[in-house]
C-alpha cells in the first residue's frame, strides 16, 4: 500500500527490557549493548525473512 522499503528499528539505552531480558544482578552499559546488538540481530533475521526486500537499518538512541 505505502510502499515501504527500509525499516529503522530503534531501541534505547537504560531500557527496562534488556534490564528483564539480562536476568543477572550485574548490569551496565556494556552489557546493555550486548543485548541490544543480539536483538537487533534476531528481528533483523525475522523482518528479512518475510519481507525479504525491505532493507532493515537498527540504532540504538541515547535518552540523556
Known amino acids: 500500500l ?5 525499516l ?5 539505552e ?8 539480562n536476568n543477572k544482578k550485574k548490569f ?5 549493548r550486548k543485548i541490544h ?6 528481528i533483523k533475521k525475522i523482518i528479512t525473512k518475510r519481507y525479504p ?3 532493515v537499518s537498527c540504532t540504538t538512541l ?3
Open 37 to 42: 546488538k543480539e536483538s537487533f540481530k534476531n
Open 62 to 64: 541515547s535518552l540523556r
Open 14 to 21: 537504560d531500557c527496562g527490557a534488556a534490564k528483564i531480558a
Open 28 to 32: 551496565n552499559s556494556i552489557i546493555e
Open 8 to 12: 529503522i528499528v530503534i531501541n534505547h
Open 53 to 55: 526486500y525491505l532493507k
Open 2 to 6: 505505502h510502499k515501504i522499503s527500509k
